[in-house]
C-alpha cells in the first residue's frame, strides 16, 4: 500500500502559490534561530512547516543548474501523476453513478407498469403527448392519478429505507476514512451498490414483488450510498491539494464526473428499456456497478498511516465529527461561516434530491405521458445541459467574480428553472426548463472548496464526512418530502411540490449573500493580522 504523496498544481494556482524554486528571479534565506526555520522568497516569509515536502532549501542559492531541471522535471512528472489519479477517481465515480442513476430510472418506471398492470390490468394508458388524456373528469384520468399516488407512496418507503441507515453508517465510516485510510472505507459503498443492483436485477427478472424492493434499498444504504463515496473522494482530493482556488477548482470538475454518469445514465436507460426490457437495463446497471470495485485496485491510498499511540476508537472517530463542528477550536472565528455553508449546501441538495425523486412521474403523467425513450432524453437535458455550462464557465467566472457570487448566481439559476417547470404544460417549455438552469451545478464545488479551504489538514475527513451526512439526510428527507407533496398535490396542481423547492432555492440565494459578507469579514480580519 503506497501511503500519501504531496504533488503540485501550480499551474492552476492562482492566489496562495509558492514560488517555484527554478525562477532565476526569485531568492531564498533561511532565518535561523528556532527549529522551524522560516524561508524568504522575494520579501515573502513562509513557514518551513506549511508546505513540508516542497523542495526547500537553505543552499536554494547555491544550487547547480542540474539539480534544479532535474527537481523541475520531477514536479512535471508528479503533476501528471496527480492528474492520472484524479482521471481514475473520475472514472470510477461516472461508473458508479451511471449505474446508482441507471437502477433508479428502471426502477420507477417499472413501479409505474407494475401497479399499473396489477391495479388496472385491462386498461391502457398512452404514452404519446398527442394522444394524453388531459380530462381531468375522465375515469382513465383519475387512473393514471391513482398510479402516480402510489408510485410516490413507494419512492418514500425506499428512500426512508436507504436514508436512515445510510445517515447512522455515514457517521462511523466517513471518520473512519481518517483511521484506516480513504481506500478501504470507499470499498464499503461500491459493494452496497452492487449487491442493490444485482438483487434489483434478479427481483426484475423474476417479477418479485415490488415491495421487497425496498429491502434492495436498505442494502445499499447500509453501505452508506453514493454520497458516502463521493465525501471520501473529496477527502483524497484535499489530501493532496493545497487550500485555495486549486482545491475549488479540482473539486468542481471531480464534480463532473457526477454529470457525467446522470447525462450518460439518463440518456441510455429510455433506450435500453424500449429495445431490451427492464431485465436487461438492469443488468447493465449490475455491470457497472462492478466497475468501482475493479478499479479500486489501482487507486493508491493518500492518508498516512497513523501511529499506534494516535490510533482511536470507532466511537471517538464518530464523536470527532460532532465535535469538528460545534467544540473544535480549529473553527474558532470560522463557525459562523460554516454554518452558513452547512444550510446553503442543506438547501440546494435538498432541492436537487427532491427532484430526482418525482420529475420521472412528472413527465409520465398528463398532459405529457412521455415514453421511456423521451424521459431519459430530457433527464439526460435536465442534468447534463447545467453541468456542461457548469464546466465551460466556472474557470473563467472563478477569475473575475468572488466564488460567493458564483454561488448566489447557481442558486437563482436553479430557482428560475424550477419555477418554470412548475407550470410547464407542453414539451418546448419543459426543455426550457436546463436553459434557465445553466448555472445550477456551481454552487455545491464552491460550498465545498470554502470549507475545505478553512479546515486543518487532519480533519479533512471529518468535514466532508459532516457533508456526507447533510447530503444523505436530504436524499432521505428530500425525497420523501417532494414525493409527499406531489403525491397529496398532483390532482390538484401538480407542479406544487416544484414551487416548494424554488422556495428552497430562494433562502440558499439569500445566504450565499450572507456568507459573502462573512468571507469578506473574516479576509479582512486576517489581512490585518
Not at 504523496?5 to 502559490?17: F, G, N, P, R, V
Not at 424500449?274 to 446497471?285: C, L, N, Q, R, Y
Request: proline share 4%; aromatic share 12%.
Amino acid at each position: 500500500m503506497a501511503w500519501r504523496q504531496s504533488y503540485s498544481l501550480q499551474a492552476l494556482e492562482s492566489e496562495d502559490t509558492l514560488p517555484t524554486v527554478t525562477s532565476n528571479k526569485t531568492t531564498y534565506s533561511a532565518e535561523t534561530g528556532s527549529p522551524g526555520s522560516r524561508y524568504v522568497a522575494n520579501g515573502t516569509t513562509v513557514p518551513e512547516t506549511q508546505y513540508p515536502n516542497t523542495a526547500f532549501s537553505k543552499d536554494v542559492d547555491n544550487r547547480s543548474p542540474d539539480n534544479t531541471q532535474d527537481e523541475t522535471v520531477a514536479e512535471v512528472k508528479s503533476s501528471k501523476h496527480l492528474v492520472m489519479r484524479f482521471l481514475l477517481l473520475g472514472f470510477i465515480m461516472m461508473s458508479l453513478i451511471y449505474s446508482f442513476t441507471l437502477a433508479q430510472l428502471v426502477t420507477v418506471q417499472y413501479m409505474y407498469a407494475y401497479i399499473r398492470k396489477s391495479l388496472f390490468p385491462n386498461v391502457s394508458f398512452s404514452t404519446n403527448e398527442s394522444e394524453c388524456q388531459i380530462n381531468t373528469t375522465s375515469q382513465l384520468y383519475r387512473d393514471q392519478q391513482t398510479v402516480q399516488k402510489l408510485v410516490a407512496q413507494l419512492n418514500i418507503y425506499g428512500e426512508l429505507a436507504k436514508g436512515i441507515p445510510a445517515i447512522c453508517c455515514i457517521f462511523f465510516y466517513g471518520s473512519l476514512s481518517d483511521k484506516y485510510g480513504r481506500k478501504t472505507i470507499i470499498l464499503i459503498p461500491f459493494i452496497g451498490n452492487m449487491i442493490k443492483c444485482i438483487l434489483t436485477t434478479i427481483g426484475t427478472y423474476l417479477n418479485w414483488n415490488i415491495y421487497i424492493f425496498i429491502v434492495f434499498s436498505f442494502i445499499d444504504g447500509c453501505g452508506g450510498g453514493w454520497v458516502l463515496a463521493m465525501s471520501i473522494v473529496m477527502s483524497i482530493v484535499a489530501d493532496v491539494t493545497k487550500p485555495g482556488k486549486t482545491r475549488t477548482f479540482v473539486i468542481a470538475m471531480t464534480e463532473l464526473s457526477l454529470g457525467f454518469g446522470l447525462i450518460i445514465g439518463g440518456f441510455t436507460s429510455g433506450f435500453i428499456i424500449k429495445a431490451e426490457g427492464f431485465t436487461i437495463a438492469m443488468v447493465v446497471s449490475a455491470c457497472c456497478s462492478l466497475l468501482p470495485v475493479i478499479l479500486l485496485i489501482f487507486v493508491q491510498e493518500t492518508l498516512h498511516k497513523p501511529k499506534e499511540k494516535e490510533r482511536k476508537s470507532v466511537a471517538q472517530l464518530a464523536v470527532d465529527i460532532y465535535v469538528f463542528y460545534f467544540r473544535d477550536s480549529a473553527l474558532y472565528g470560522k463557525r459562523k461561516v460554516f454554518v452558513v455553508c452547512i444550510l446553503i449546501y442543506f438547501f440546494i441538495i435538498q432541492s436537487a434530491f427532491g427532484a430526482n425523486g418525482i420529475e420521472p412521474l412528472y413527465v409520465l403523467n398528463s398532459p405529457f405521458c412521455w415514453s421511456s425513450v423521451r424521459v431519459g432524453i430530457y433527464i439526460t437535458v435536465r442534468t447534463g445541459l447545467p453541468f456542461v455550462t457548469g464546466m465551460l464557465f466556472f474557470g473563467p467566472l472563478q477569475r473575475c467574480l468572488d466564488e460567493c457570487v458564483i454561488a448566489a448566481i447557481a442558486t437563482l439559476s436553479n430557482l428560475a428553472g424550477f419555477a418554470l417547470e412548475a407550470f410547464s404544460y407542453n414539451t418546448v417549455m419543459l426543455f426550457i426548463v436546463p436553459v434557465l438552469s445553466f448555472a445550477r451545478t456551481m454552487a455545491v464545488p464552491v460550498v465545498r472548496g470554502v470549507m475545505s479551504r478553512l479546515t486543518p489538514p487532519g480533519k479533512q475527513g471529518c468535514m466532508f464526512a459532516g457533508i456526507a451526512i447533510v447530503e444523505t439526510f436530504c436524499s432521505l428527507f428530500g425525497s420523501v418530502a417532494a414525493n409527499a407533496i406531489y403525491g397529496r398535490t398532483v390532482e390538484v396542481f401538480r407542479g406544487a411540490a416544484f414551487l416548494v423547492l424554488s422556495g428552497y432555492l430562494f433562502v440558499a440565494f439569500i445566504l450565499s449573500l450572507v456568507l459573502y459578507k462573512l468571507t469578506r469579514r473574516l479576509k479582512a480580519d486576517r489581512q490585518a493580522k
